[in-house]
């Protein structure tokens, strides 16, 4: 019998929901595959259907997170449209990466498990245009054109800073100042410099509408 698109969606679901609950109460490194089969009461060959390593439900905890974020985001951001508040570039940025650490903050303690996929600054980008990193990119550039910068958004600018955010997760994941406020402090900076260099590298004409 042929499973339907809704069986198939409740059952990743199902998988989704099992194994974070098995992270929560064991710790990643504890839980086995097998572990979260039998906790959801499927094979383990069924689970590998859906998600053919550990690693992989852990992105898609992420991606869970980070579009609740992203939609959470362009909701205030619509909602605030109109007004006579400025944002700056930085502050913009600052915005949209302190609103995914909120997001990511139950799994602060997983993302270790990403480190050489998802947000490593050495991997090779993904062709999926859904995918985390694209829709993040993607964001980036619609917040640099509405800065007056171009639409075509040179791949060293990106590069630039995913490296930045990804610094910027990597020391958060262990930061255990009050509220992580050594992480705010370090996103503050490092948007700052990314601005400021942008900012630098525009042409002299256009530097004044987008330091205004």
């Not at 900012?199 to 256009?206: D, F, G, K, L, V």
């Amino acid at each position: 019998m042929r499973i339907t698109t809704e069986a198939k969606a409740a059952m990743r679901l199902k998988i989704v929901e099992t194994a974070k609950l098995l992270f929560a109460e064991r710790g990643f490194e504890q839980t086995t595959t097998r572990d979260i089969a039998q906790a959801a009461e499927i094979a383990t060959g069924t689970l590998f259907n859906y998600f053919p390593t550990k690693e992989a439900i852990v992105q898609e905890l992420v991606d869970e997170a980070l579009r609740a974020a992203e939609v959470r985001l362009s909701e205030q951001t619509s909602s605030s449209a109109g007004t006579d508040l400025e944002v700056s570039l930085d502050e913009e940025l600052f915005a949209i990466v302190a609103a995914g650490l909120r997001a990511l903050k139950p799994l602060r303690t997983y993302l270790s498990a990403l480190w050489q996929t998802v947000f490593s600054p050495l991997a090779s980008a993904t062709d999926d245009s859904d995918s985390f990193r694209a829709r993040h990119l993607e964001c980036v550039s619609s917040v640099l054109v509405r800065h007056g910068f171009s639409a075509d958004v040179a791949p060293n600018v990106l590069q630039l800073y995913w490296t930045l955010y990804t610094g910027v997760l990597v020391f958060w994941t262990s930061d255990k100042s009050p509220k992580q406020e050594d992480t705010l402090a370090l996103l503050d900076q490092s948007m700052r410099m990314f601005a400021g260099w942008l900012i630098a590298e525009r042409p002299p004409s256009r530097r004044k509408k987008s330091s205004a």
